[in-house]
């Protein structure tokens, strides 16, 4: 029985340089089977060209707090959050909110859920500093996630921090940020190695990627098409220091 493999990338936001450079790394590892953990578009400047790409790749997109937020924002947000908004097609704003909370996998006898924030809601975020409490509430089933087996493997995103850690059973995983970790200022996305759809137990791994990518790019095209906030977007890309810490 051969080894299956999926990446699971998460928090484009809008940045087409890291978004490319990651599914080339992807490509070239011969990983053929992607899915996305939300917050597409927004804070960068190609929110558009991320979600044609993303539509063309990822096999599943669960929503994020900002594909939730940031199609039906009403004008009397900042102009930042309007010029990001109106960056998308209609038809891209309707794909986004329209897509599901939440997904789940078979492999290697486990089941593993992935979704965007936490398992109440794509707004209810859990830090890498969590509780117990925050930690159980990962793994139960909600009015989001549905019913089904609880999950003993749940893989999220939203905090653009990426991390892996295990207790009592259970594997609690942060994919970070394609477009704008703030661990570090590089890229990353989540590997799964496992038997695909199977529930007999058998080998199986995760591990996170780091991919290089053009910074100095990526900030240059924000800046030529005249994004509001560029220069904060420039600062986070460099220095991987969150907007609200500068």
Same mark, same amino acid.
């Given at each position: 029985m051969g080894t299956d493999r999926i990446a699971l990338i998460s928090d484009v936001h809008g940045n087409l340089t890291a978004l490319e450079a990651v599914l080339a790394d992807i490509a070239e590892r011969g990983i053929e089977r992607v899915l996305n953990l939300g917050d597409v578009a927004g804070k960068g400047p190609r =929110?558009?060209?991320?979600?044609?790409?993303?539509q063309q790749v990822c096999e599943v997109t669960v929503r994020g707090n900002w594909d939730d937020n940031l199609p039906v924002c009403g004008d009397t947000e900042p102009a930042e959050f309007l010029w990001w908004r109106d960056e998308l097609r209609q038809d891209q704003r309707d794909w986004l909110t329209s897509l599901p909370l939440s997904d789940d996998l078979l492999?290697? +006898? #486990? $089941?593993? #859920?992935?979704?965007?924030?936490?398992?109440?809601?794509? $707004?209810?975020?859990? $830090?890498?500093h969590h509780t117990d409490e925050q930690f159980d509430g990962m793994?139960?089933?909600?009015?989001?996630?549905?019913? =089904?087996?609880?999950?003993?493997?749940?893989?999220? +995103?939203?905090?653009?921090?990426?991390?892996?850690?295990? #207790?009592? =059973? #259970?594997?609690?995983a942060n994919a970070g940020s394609? =477009?704008?970790?703030?661990?570090?200022?590089?890229?990353?996305?989540?590997?799964?190695? +496992?038997?695909?759809?199977s529930p007999d137990p058998a080998p199986f791994g995760m591990h996170l990627q780091r991919v290089p990518y053009d910074v100095e790019a990526e900030i240059a095209v924000a800046h030529a098409l005249g994004m509001p906030t560029a220069d904060v977007w420039e600062v986070e890309l460099r220095t991987a220091r969150y907007r609200g810490l500068q």
């Open positions: =929110g558009s060209a991320c979600v044609d790409l993303t492999m290697s +006898g #486990r $089941h593993i #859920r992935l979704f965007h924030a936490s398992a109440t809601s794509p $707004h209810v975020r859990v $830090h890498v793994f139960v089933n909600t009015e989001m996630t549905g019913d =089904g087996p609880e999950p003993s493997v749940v893989v999220y +995103g939203d905090i653009h921090d990426a991390y892996v850690t295990s #207790r009592e =059973g #259970r594997t609690l394609v =477009g704008n970790p703030l661990d570090e200022p590089t890229p990353s996305y989540l590997v799964l190695e +496992g038997v695909l759809d």
